[in-house]
């Protein structure tokens, strides 16, 4: 089986609209894009993966992604059942974040549910 993965870069692209995505019928992320905004909101969490790289790994990933959305004056929000847990791009203000992820463009706003998220995915 070929390795696929999505550039996250393509969210610079979307400018306006909006994508639900189910499982079994039950509603599990919705994203959304408007005009410098895009929202990925995890409301449900129906598959377990096994084999996934630690919070800090996924953190010092999401550096040159972050840094693109700033450029592009882009906010990312990861949000969990409704509530931001991470920004990334132009309106992430990373106080203590930034120790951790070494990056002007990461915000942390809930520790705690973010690595309910970093637990999953």
Do not use: W
């Not at 393509?10 to 894009?33: M, N």
């Not at 974040?97 to 705690?112: P, R």
Request: one cysteine or more; glycine letters at 4%.
């Amino acid at each position: 089986m070929k390795d696929f993965q999505l550039p996250a870069y393509f969210l610079s692209y979307l400018e306006r609209g909006s994508l639900k995505v189910t499982c079994d019928g039950e509603p599990s992320v919705d994203f959304i894009a408007q005009d410098d905004l895009r929202i990925i909101n995890v409301l449900d969490i129906p598959i377990e993966i096994t084999s996934r790289p630690g919070l800090i790994k996924q953190l010092s990933e999401a550096k040159d992604l972050a840094k693109n959305l700033q450029q592009q004056k882009i906010t990312l929000e990861i949000r969990l059942k409704g509530e931001t847990v991470l920004k990334l791009g132009e309106k992430a203000n990373p106080k203590l974040a930034k120790i951790i992820t070494l990056s002007n463009h990461i915000e942390i706003t809930d520790l705690k549910k973010l690595k309910k998220l970093s637990d999953v995915f």
